[in-house]
């Protein structure tokens, strides 16, 4: 299966479950359709308009077709994507003819967040909720059919109640049975409720399963079904349908209406008549008509891959993935690996191509996703960490109470955050989805980075004894798993792991005070400034300060004042292209320019100061990026400079972008200004700190000792006291500049680039993970408390409280 897109060689994508990729022919035709054809907008009645036209409903019967059905059976709405079809059944379903709220809505606890958001729409507009967590739904579907459901059922005229549930969970891949959507038609869920037959309907959430499954409409045959074509086939996103039966499109009530859905609207009397075909009443406004008849080339492409094929192609590999961690475990004897899984991976109708773990230590502590997922970007595996919007799942496989969870979000994690660990515990989990496109290499790649990064000591190949004795039910916990649990007196935070360094020698030290605008700093252990770095563009090489440096309103001067850009505007950096640590900036001050030098390259200047009296700034030239979620402005600074970069990088259409410094960046109030830098003025790095890391990266791992300093990137590097001092301090004073600590630096997988060669190495990252158990933690952010301009120099004592 080898229709890949454009990607470094070396990229390993897995994360089909979120979006796959598109194939090559399959965007070559897209252009080719696009560029030889005119298509207008299909509300007009011009030639090009109807072409349009017909081409749209041409693939309404294309998507019919492919799921097995005809449009006398189903009718298809576009949508956004299978959120905006939930959405608008929530809206729409009537729950009983006159209008009231006599139905149930019920759904399963694994749903995903969409359909929780349908939840909230049908309980305010008064309607019972009901959830089925993962044990009630399989006992309650577990026993044969019963005499009711075989009687002919006479439900209750004008009560209409709604089951949603997913033909995949998108978390453990567990397919489930859709044969409950007859079952539910046909009144199994009527011991939920007290005395009401309503008539039942089942949407079912076929998202994550049409991916790698076919769905036959024509043998299972729910009343509604969402989908999102990017997860199919690529492209186009922002696309999606939802497949209506004939039977249930008289529980759709719709009030709004955009343009197009309707028959006569009167602007000046409330007087209005909607089109009586289902889906020209519910598509409101233009349809993204361009996107639907790319859908063409996406089935195309998927055509050559018969459905079977691909359904037990991703099935293969995710139990190849699913045996291999689960065979695999450290020196000790202990399992690398907590798997979340609700099949044994035996049996391809009920498993899907998704596998869901976390990684643990040999001694059990539970690696957090976020330092697995450093580890991955470094090595180019693409893959997808946390609940996956998919709470109740989530919440399940990792045994956590909604008391649990509710402390989690008081302590400040909120879903899409990088608190991966809460206490030990885990908030999420790694995901790793197959689709069409995917090889048996890719898994290979996964397994060697696991291998390299976590493994501790030669790999123990064995099966779990839990495993042979319960191959069923293969949901690990700790008991089954073989997870030690830790001793209460081994270090499981940052300052107990401080705590285990040992003193050579017991030095009485004279404890230096100071007295800093009527506040007592000291200076035990005798720290002073001993080097200064600027980064003048950022994610480029360092240049050191030699003696003394002006301290600007964001920062030293000129650290981070530019920044190079991709065509689309966004700020490249390191974690994209390696080989930026290479272009080495020198500032010439008396020759107001900023030098630019890369291996093999002639040098090139640019202003460090622009002379607004003799150079006017066109609109043209300002450019606006983004920064950590950040708008920043910038100054472009021509042609020259950007096509040096693109030849340097081999990047075409790189810009160089200098800060506006008449703009400001927008953040939220009483936060300090600063440059291009991701998060504060300056970075602190303490010496001490260094030497202690270094001498525990082991000698063989190819990460040069004398190079770490320079990975970790800071500004303000200082000797003198003990390693790790520095966490603890809440203002500084250096010289005669105060500063306040902002808090501690995250550490990526930026520190495992050699600043000197571009090459990656899996340390040091690795070692710092696992002395500070995943809290990835290194140096202290600082901003500026005084507010006159203000001189900082080498050897200048630090003081701190």
Same mark, same amino acid.
């Given at each position: 299966?080898?229709?890949?897109?454009?990607?470094?060689?070396?990229?390993?994508?897995?994360?089909?479950?979120?979006?796959?990729?598109?194939?090559?022919?399959?965007?070559?035709?897209?252009?080719?359709?696009?560029?030889?054809?005119?298509?207008?907008?299909?509300?007009?009645?011009?030639?090009?308009?109807?072409?349009?036209?017909?081409?749209?409903?041409?693939?309404?019967?294309?998507?019919?077709?492919?799921?097995?059905?005809?449009?006398?059976?189903?009718?298809?709405?576009?949508?956004?994507?299978?959120?905006?079809?939930?959405?608008?059944?929530?809206?729409?379903?009537?729950?009983?003819?006159?209008?009231?709220?006599?139905?149930?809505?019920?759904?399963?606890?694994?749903?995903?967040?969409?359909?929780?958001?349908?939840?909230?729409?049908?309980?305010?507009?008064?309607?019972?909720?009901?959830?089925?967590?993962?044990?009630?739904?399989?006992?309650?579907?577990?026993?044969?059919?019963?005499?009711?459901?075989?009687?002919?059922?006479?439900?209750?005229?004008?009560?209409?109640?709604?089951?949603?549930?997913?033909?995949?969970?998108?978390?453990?891949?567990?397919?489930?049975?859709?044969?409950?959507?007859?079952?539910?038609?046909?009144?199994?869920?009527?011991?939920?409720?007290?005395?009401?037959?309503?008539?039942?309907?089942?949407?079912?959430?076929?998202?994550?399963?049409?991916?790698?499954?076919?769905?036959?409409?024509?043998?299972?045959?729910?009343?509604?079904?969402?989908?999102?074509?990017?997860?199919?086939?690529?492209?186009?996103?922002?696309?999606?349908?939802?497949?209506?039966?004939?039977?249930?499109?008289?529980?759709?009530?719709?009030?709004?209406?955009?343009?197009?859905?309707?028959?006569?609207?009167?602007?000046?009397?409330?007087?209005?008549?909607?089109?009586?075909?289902?889906?020209?009443?519910?598509?409101?406004?233009?349809?993204?008509?361009?996107?639907?008849?790319?859908?063409?080339?996406?089935?195309?492409?998927?055509?050559?891959?018969?459905?079977?094929?691909?359904?037990?192609?991703?099935?293969?590999?995710?139990?190849?993935?699913?045996?291999?961690?689960?065979?695999?475990?450290?020196?000790?004897?202990?399992?690398?690996?907590?798997?979340?899984?609700?099949?044994?991976?035996?049996?391809?109708?009920?498993?899907?191509?998704?596998?869901?773990?976390?990684?643990?230590?040999?001694?059990?502590?539970?690696?957090?996703?976020?330092?697995?997922?450093?580890?991955?970007?470094?090595?180019?595996?693409?893959?997808?960490?946390?609940?996956?919007?998919?709470?109740?799942?989530?919440?399940?496989?990792?045994?956590?109470?909604?008391?649990?969870?509710?402390?989690?979000?008081?302590?400040?994690?909120?879903?899409?955050?990088?608190?991966?660990?809460?206490?030990?515990?885990?908030?999420?989990?790694?995901?790793?989805?197959?689709?069409?496109?995917?090889?048996?290499?890719?898994?290979?790649?996964?397994?060697?980075?696991?291998?390299?990064?976590?493994?501790?000591?030669?790999?123990?190949?064995?099966?779990?004894?839990?495993?042979?004795?319960?191959?069923?039910?293969?949901?690990?916990?700790?008991?089954?798993?073989?997870?030690?649990?830790?001793?209460?007196?081994?270090?499981?935070?940052?300052?107990?792991?401080?705590?285990?360094?040992?003193?050579?020698?017991?030095?009485?030290?004279?404890?230096?005070?100071?007295?800093?605008?009527?506040?007592?700093?000291?200076?035990?252990?005798?720290?002073?400034?001993?080097?200064?770095?600027?980064?003048?563009?950022?994610?480029?090489?360092?240049?050191?300060?030699?003696?003394?440096?002006?301290?600007?309103?964001?920062?030293?001067?000129?650290?981070?004042?530019?920044?190079?850009?991709?065509?689309?505007?966004?700020?490249?950096?390191?974690?994209?292209?390696?080989?930026?640590?290479?272009?080495?900036?020198?500032?010439?001050?008396?020759?107001?320019?900023?030098?630019?030098?890369?291996?093999?390259?002639?040098?090139?200047?640019?202003?460090?100061?622009?002379?607004?009296?003799?150079?006017?700034?066109?609109?043209?030239?300002?450019?606006?990026?983004?920064?950590?979620?950040?708008?920043?402005?910038?100054?472009?600074?021509?042609?020259?400079?950007?096509?040096?970069?693109?030849?340097?990088?081999? +990047?075409? *259409?790189?810009? /160089?972008? &200098?800060?506006? !410094?008449? =703009?400001?960046? #927008?953040?939220?109030?009483?936060?300090?200004?600063?440059?291009?830098?991701?998060?504060?003025?300056?970075?602190?790095?303490?010496?001490?700190?260094?030497?202690?890391?270094?001498?525990?990266?082991?000698?063989?791992?190819?990460?040069?000792?004398?190079?770490?300093?320079?990975?970790?990137?800071?500004?303000?590097?200082?000797?003198?006291?003990?390693?790790?001092?520095?966490?603890?301090?809440?203002?500084?004073?250096?010289?005669?500049?105060?500063?306040?600590?902002?808090?501690?630096?995250?550490?990526?997988?930026?520190?495992?680039?050699?600043?000197?060669?571009?090459?990656?190495?899996?340390?040091?990252?690795?070692?710092?993970?696992?002395?500070?158990?995943?809290?990835? +933690?290194? *140096?202290?952010? /600082?901003? &500026?408390?005084? !507010?006159? =301009?203000?001189? #900082?120099?080498?050897?200048?004592?630090?003081?701190?409280?």
């Amino acid at each position: 299966m080898n229709a890949r897109p454009t990607v470094e060689k070396d990229d390993c994508y897995l994360d089909h479950a979120g979006a796959t990729m598109y194939s090559k022919s399959q965007m070559r035709n897209v252009a080719d359709d696009l560029s030889s054809n005119l298509y207008g907008n299909p509300h007009s009645l011009g030639t090009a308009s109807r072409l349009t036209h017909d081409v749209v409903d041409q693939m309404r019967f294309r998507i019919l077709d492919h799921f097995r059905t005809n449009s006398d059976e189903y009718s298809v709405i576009f949508t956004s994507g299978a959120t905006a079809s939930l959405k608008l059944v929530s809206e729409t379903f009537n729950f009983s003819e006159d209008g009231g709220a006599n139905g149930h809505f019920v759904y399963l606890q694994d749903n995903h967040t969409s359909v929780l958001g349908m939840r909230e729409v049908v309980a305010q507009r008064g309607v019972k909720v009901i959830c089925l967590n993962h044990e009630n739904i399989f006992d309650l579907f577990s026993d044969a059919v019963n005499t009711d459901e075989k009687k002919i059922r006479r439900p209750v005229d004008g009560i209409n109640s709604l089951f949603v549930y997913p033909a995949q969970c998108n978390f453990s891949g567990l397919k489930y049975p859709l044969w409950w959507i007859e079952r539910v038609r046909n009144g199994k869920l009527d011991s939920l409720i007290d005395n009401d037959r309503p008539e039942w309907f089942t949407f079912l959430d076929a998202a994550s399963y049409v991916a790698t499954n076919k769905l036959n409409l024509s043998i299972h045959k729910p009343d509604f079904v969402c989908v999102s074509f990017y997860k199919i086939f690529g492209y186009p996103t922002g696309l999606g349908a939802l497949l209506v039966r004939k039977s249930a499109e008289k529980t759709l009530g719709k009030i709004y209406y955009g343009g197009g859905t309707v028959e006569i609207s009167l602007s000046s009397d409330m007087f209005h008549s909607k089109r009586p075909v289902l889906h020209e009443r519910f598509e409101d406004g233009t349809l993204s008509f361009l996107s639907i008849i790319s859908l063409r080339h996406g089935f195309d492409a998927l055509s050559k891959f018969p459905a079977k094929v691909v359904s037990r192609h991703v099935f293969s590999l995710a139990r190849y993935l699913h045996h291999s961690l689960l065979k695999l475990h450290h020196a000790n004897g202990e399992p690398i690996a907590r798997l979340y899984a609700d099949t044994d991976y035996e049996d391809c109708q009920k498993q899907g191509g998704i596998v869901t773990f976390n990684l643990l230590r040999s001694n059990g502590e539970i690696v957090g996703f976020v330092e697995f997922l450093n580890m991955a970007n470094l090595h180019k595996i693409h893959l997808r960490t946390g609940c996956f919007c998919n709470p109740g799942a989530c919440q399940r496989h990792l045994e956590l109470s909604n008391e649990d969870l509710k402390e989690h979000f008081n302590a400040g994690h909120v879903c899409g955050d990088q608190r991966d660990l809460i206490d030990g515990k885990p908030t999420g989990a790694i995901r790793v989805s197959f689709g069409y496109m995917s090889r048996k290499s890719d898994v290979e790649s996964l397994l060697d980075m696991v291998k390299k990064c976590f493994l501790n000591g030669p790999e123990v190949i064995k099966i779990p004894e839990w495993w042979k004795e319960c191959k069923i039910k293969v949901k690990n916990n700790p008991n089954k798993n073989g997870i030690k649990v830790a001793n209460e007196n081994e270090p499981n935070n940052e300052a107990s792991s401080i705590k285990k360094q040992t003193v050579d020698c017991e030095t009485i030290k004279v404890v230096k005070e100071v007295r800093v605008e009527d506040e007592i700093m000291e200076n035990e252990g005798g720290f002073r400034l001993k080097r200064l770095f600027i980064y003048p563009v950022k994610s480029c090489a360092s240049y050191e300060i030699s003696n003394s440096w002006i301290i600007g309103d964001r920062g030293l001067i000129y650290d981070r004042e530019w920044m190079i850009t991709t065509p689309s505007g966004v700020c490249l950096t390191q974690k994209q292209e390696t080989k930026m640590c290479l272009v080495k900036p020198i500032i010439r001050q008396a020759e107001n320019s900023l030098e630019l030098n890369f291996p093999g390259m002639p040098s090139i200047q640019v202003p460090l100061k622009i002379n607004k009296l003799n150079t006017e700034i066109t609109r043209t030239e300002i450019s606006q990026s983004k920064i950590c979620g950040h708008r920043v402005e910038g100054i472009d600074c021509g042609a020259d400079v950007s096509e040096w970069l693109s030849l340097c990088l081999g +990047r075409p *259409g790189l810009r /160089l972008i &200098r800060q506006n !410094s008449e =703009s400001k960046r #927008i953040k939220p109030v009483k936060k300090p200004e600063i440059a291009f830098s991701s998060q504060a003025q300056y970075l602190l790095i303490n010496q001490a700190s260094i030497q202690w890391l270094a001498d525990r990266v082991p000698p063989d791992s190819g990460c040069d000792r004398d190079s770490i300093l320079d990975r970790f990137r800071g500004n303000i590097i200082i000797e003198g006291g003990k390693s790790f001092e520095e966490m603890k301090w809440e203002k500084i004073c250096i010289g005669k500049t105060r500063f306040q600590v902002d808090g501690k630096c995250t550490r990526c997988q930026m520190i495992c680039i050699d600043q000197s060669t571009g090459n990656k190495t899996v340390e040091p990252l690795r070692t710092l993970a696992e002395e500070f158990h995943g809290k990835i +933690r290194f *140096g202290i952010y /600082l901003s &500026r408390t005084t !507010s006159d =301009s203000s001189v #900082i120099r080498i050897g200048d004592t630090l003081f701190y409280k």
